[in-house]
T-cell receptor
């Protein structure tokens, strides 16, 4: 089954404790993204990657890091989480080209106390 | 600067009637528009799209209309069913921006039996 998986699905942590949210896709997609969803703001892109070892900032990159060492994986790293990073996070992937359908993971609900 | 706006946070419709969800955009370079549907505890899933060279695209009960001069698109669901109750996100992209999707804030549709 073609899918994007994220782990963990739910996470409660404290300010300053480094965490990683993993993302993996099995569709051999070149393009992967991370979004956060906040009430009244919709989905905003954090970082994206056009291919292995190619990453770039989205619209709200502050406080986040990513890496793309393998095509299927695109982890999101919060080096020092803060309460304003409490949000619902989605990983997504699509094939190369500007019109490829984007597939989303199930989401990670993060709470930073 | 919200380039894609969904001004109605919620919409309630009776089963069997038409649901109309609206979306406005400001960037005249957008040339491809999509609607995504999101159920609770799941990631968004692609619903329907339209290219800027068209003004209408239909897929079963779902029709998207594009008015380029007004920079407005709408999603019509006829007839509405209780299973259509979800959050609907409008998104837009420009080919000269690599197909990056810009999302609206979302509209929560509730279809009552």
């Amino acid at each position: 089954e073609a899918q994007v998986t994220q782990n963990p699905r739910y996470l409660i942590t404290v300010t300053g404790k480094k965490l990683t949210v993993t993302c993996s896709q099995n569709m051999n997609h070149e393009y992967m993204s991370w979004y956060r969803q906040d009430p009244g703001l919709g989905l905003r892109q954090i970082y994206y990657s056009m291919n292995v070892e190619v990453t770039d900032k989205g619209d709200v990159p502050e406080g986040y890091k990513v890496s793309r060492k393998e095509k299927r994986n695109f982890p999101l790293i919060l080096e020092s989480p803060s309460p304003n990073q409490t949000s619902l996070y989605f990983c997504a992937s699509r094939a190369a080209g500007p019109r490829g359908e984007q597939f989303f993971g199930p989401g990670t609900r993060l709470t930073v106390l | 600067d919200q380039q894609v706006k969904q001004n109605s946070p919620s919409l309630s419709v009776q089963e069997g009637r038409i649901s109309i969800l609206n979306c406005d955009y400001t960037n005249s370079m957008f040339d491809y528009f999509l609607w995504y549907k999101k159920y609770p505890a799941e990631g968004p899933t692609f619903l329907i799209s339209i290219s800027s060279i068209k003004d209408k695209n239909e897929d079963g009960r779902f029709t998207v209309f594009l008015n380029k001069s007004a920079k407005h698109l709408s999603l019509h669901i006829v007839p509405s069913q209780p299973g259509d109750s979800a959050v609907y996100f409008c998104a837009a992209s420009a080919i000269n921006q690599g197909g990056k999707l810009i999302f609206g804030q979302g509209t929560e549709l509730s279809v009552k039996p």
